[in-house]
């Protein structure tokens, strides 16, 4: 697993580890995630954030934190917010994206994009149909009579192209956890505060 990576840009700091390094997230607030589309917004650091996928604070004391195994884990920070959201396609479809950049001063944004799987296979079932009726089918392409979803092109549609991204692919480095890949229970714990 990955020992880390620390990024600081737009005001916030980003820290990227396994969560087999728990002396690492100590302190950091993380939701137990619902693969939807609330927030919270934490003034003191004690709301309940037992039913949502993103968070929101200007306390600079506060650490916000999500686990991933696949989704993207998207950072947000205006100087004088910031933000982490839990993207899987669920939450991508419901707008989840476009819900936590509304949160933030668009003239002073800076957003950074943790590890996540950039495409994967699917069926022609509910994901598909969500996906299109949002998208249309402009994200997908046929691979050996598979349907391939290019997520991380997706995610980029709806980002600033400013947004940064780690380049990773939680598919292919073997050193980051992927439920998809190894149907490991292992996350990757990715944090967020103002710098």
């Known amino acids: 697993m990955t020992g880390g990576t620390t990024v600081e840009q737009g005001g916030m700091r980003v820290d990227v580890f396994a969560e087999s390094l728990p002396e690492r997230e100590k302190g950091a607030i993380i939701p137990k995630l619902i693969h939807g589309a609330d927030i919270v917004t934490l003034v003191s650091g004690s709301e309940d954030v037992s039913n949502c996928d993103a968070l929101i604070t200007e306390n600079r004391a506060l650490t916000l934190g999500i686990r991933t195994a696949d989704c993207a884990p998207i950072c947000v920070s205006d100087g004088k917010w910031v933000g982490i959201a839990h993207v899987g396609w669920r939450g ?3 707008g989840l994206i476009e819900k936590i950049l509304g949160q933030f001063e668009s003239a002073t944004l800076s957003v950074y ?7 994967f296979e699917i069926k022609k079932d509910l994901c598909y149909d969500q996906i299109v009726a949002k998208f249309g089918v402009q994200f997908f392409r046929e691979e050996k009579g598979r349907i391939v ?7 980029e549609s709806l980002l600033p192209s400013s947004a940064t991204f780690d380049l990773r692919d939680t598919a ?3 050193t980051l956890p992927s439920y998809r890949r190894d149907k490991t229970p292992v996350r990757l714990v990715t944090t967020v505060r103002l710098a």
């Open 149 to 155: 979803f290019n997520f991380k092109r997706a995610v």
């Open 172 to 174: 292919t480095n073997p």
């Open 113 to 119: 994009v943790g590890p996540f799987l950039h495409s």
């Open 92 to 94: 991508l479809c419901s």
